[in-house]
């Protein structure tokens, strides 16, 4: 069933599949994606919030993990921070946590997540794709989104951030980039959390704007 809901004010969210979709999604700017060689995942310097839920997951599955990690890194109790609050705007309603920061004097930031390796690589997506399963089966929810975000429950694009201020570049604005819709380009974090029956319905609607209709 069609959730979409037309507005009349372009700040208005849209509804897609229940979820609020801030109108800045159906943009078209001269974006493009963040290269790592570049952004050194910067996105990863102060770690992230996790579902309890993807908590307990990845603890079940420590031993496919700690290959991935530096010696020093495999004590899955260092994993995580200890905070344990809720978090309105998950998918599914729940507590989170956040993943440990350590020192990395060779990263530009000076701290990453626990996960990130000496090559700025996560590794809970290496260990999801060495067990043969989609890259994002261990990745928390909101790394895997990035840099779309939920602000408020609300999907957006996430335009403001310290990172930033230090140096990260989630997605790049380039004057010789043709404008792509901010939902096109980052089409598998929409679907992420819209679905692909969602994404399709966005696409949609996105369509028959453009059409005037
Ligand atoms: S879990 Fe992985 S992707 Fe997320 S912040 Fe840590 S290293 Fe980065």
């Known amino acids: ?14 509804m897609i599949k229940g979820r609020a979709v801030s109108p800045v999604l159906l943009e078209a ?8 060689e570049e952004c050194q995942s ?12 993807q908590v307990a997951d ?13 010696p020093e890194r495999r004590d899955a109790s260092k994993w995580f921070d200890g905070t344990d609050e809720l978090d309105e705007d998950w998918p599914e309603a729940g507590n989170a946590t956040g ?3 350590v020192d990395d004097p060779t990263h530009p930031a000076g701290t990453t997540c626990i996960f990130l390796t000496p090559d700025r690589l996560c590794a809970l997506q290496a260990a999801g794709i060495a ?9 928390p929810f909101y790394c895997a989104l990035h840099p779309l975000g939920l602000d408020g429950g609300q999907l957006a694009l996430v ?7 230090e140096g990260g570049a989630c997605s790049r604005t380039e004057a010789d980039t043709p404008p792509i819709p901010v939902y096109a380009l980052f089409d598998v974090e929409t679907k992420l959390a819209l679905g692909e029956d969602g994404y399709a319905e966005l696409a949609a609607y996105a369509q028959r704007s453009a059409g005037g209709d």
């Open 1 to 14: 069933m069609t959730e979409t809901s037309n507005t009349t004010d372009d700040s208005e969210p849209l």
């Open 29 to 36: 700017r001269p974006l493009s994606r963040c290269r790592l």
């Open 42 to 53: 910067y996105c990863c310097s102060g770690g992230v919030w996790i579902h309890t839920r």
């Open 58 to 70: 990845l603890l079940a599955h420590q031993e496919l993990i700690k290959p991935h990690l530096p």
């Open 99 to 101: 993943t440990a920061v």
């Open 131 to 139: 067990a043969g399963e989609h890259p994002w089966r261990f990745k």
């Open 159 to 165: 335009e403001e951030s310290e990172i930033y201020k």
